[in-house]
């Protein structure tokens, strides 16, 4: 069992930068694998990027390629989103998900993962 606790969003202009935290609680959260979500009104829900347990893999979706790194430090149960040049379209709720087993192919697939949490409010104005 974990929970996740995400932080670090708020209100940006366009071509900023914002580093997303999402926050474990329980023991075995180093073995997780971890993916980012987003949602903007009137959406889907969107895969944005993920990590493996240690970090040695990761993914990422085509538009935010180059300008999003995900990280994670397992000493601190904490899995990272650094996000920079962003634009009006990154707007949105953005959510940490974890799941057992590595996702290679379905790292996208929101139904995959068993944890999710709370979210966290990302605006980027123009």
């Known amino acids: 069992q974990v929970q996740l606790v995400e932080s670090g969003g708020g209100l940006v202009q366009a071509g900023g930068s914002l580093r997303l935290s999402c926050a474990a609680s329980g023991r075995t959260f180093s073995s997780y694998f971890v993916g980012w979500f987003r949602q903007a009104p009137g959406k889907e829900r969107e895969a944005v990027a993920a990590?493996?347990?240690?970090?040695?893999?990761?993914h990422y979706t085509d538009s935010v390629q180059g300008r999003f790194i995900v990280s994670r430090d397992n000493t601190k149960s904490t899995v990272y989103l650094q996000m920079n040049s962003l634009g009006p379209e990154d707007t949105a709720v953005y959510y940490c998900a974890a799941a057992t087993i590595y996702l290679r192919t379905a790292w996208g697939v929101p139904g995959r993962y068993g944890y999710w949490g709370q979210g966290t409010q990302v605006t980027v104005s123009s």
């Open positions: 990590i493996t347990w240690n970090g040695a893999l990761t």
